[in-house]
Nanobody, 126 residues
Framework: QVQLVESGGGLVQAGGSLRLSCAAS????????LGWFRQAPGKEREFVGA???????YVADSMKGRFAISRDNFKNTVYLQMNSLKPEDSAVYYC????????????????????WGQGTQVTVSS
């Protein structure tokens, strides 16, 4: 059983930065693909980005240039670096995981996720 624990959320002013962490246990990170999602009150869940084993990480087009995803296989942790934060980035951020597809192209959907974390709140004040 894979467990995911997000951390690093909090309150930040607009223009600030946060780094979220998603620590995985129960399986080594090299055998997992992980995705980041967010959901604001009253809105649908939104894809943020993903890190797949054997492929390059990517973020959604709307967040390119501000967000970046990286992984540390030794720490079994995936990171979401968020810069130039805006109030509309406020949401609960979730990481999700599935068994690694080992594809050369990372393509991740929420429906392919087998495991979800509990989420971490990010609030950006104006």
């Amino acid at each position: 059983q894979v467990q995911l624990v997000e951390s690093g959320g909090g309150l930040v002013q607009a223009g600030g930065s946060l780094r979220l962490s998603c620590a995985a246990s129960g399986r080594t990170l090299t055998n997992l693909d992980l995705g980041w999602f967010r959901q604001a009150p009253g809105k649908e869940r939104e894809f943020v980005g993903a890190s797949c084993s054997g492929a390059s990480a990517y973020v959604a087009d709307s967040m390119k240039g501000r967000f970046a995803i990286s992984r540390d296989n030794f720490k079994n942790t995936v990171y979401l670096q968020m810069n130039s934060l805006k109030p509309e980035d406020s949401a609960v951020y979730y990481c999700a995981a599935r068994s690694a597809y080992w594809s050369s192209v990372c393509y991740y959907t929420p429906h392919s996720s087998n495991y979800w974390g509990q989420g971490t709140q990010v609030t950006v004040s104006s």
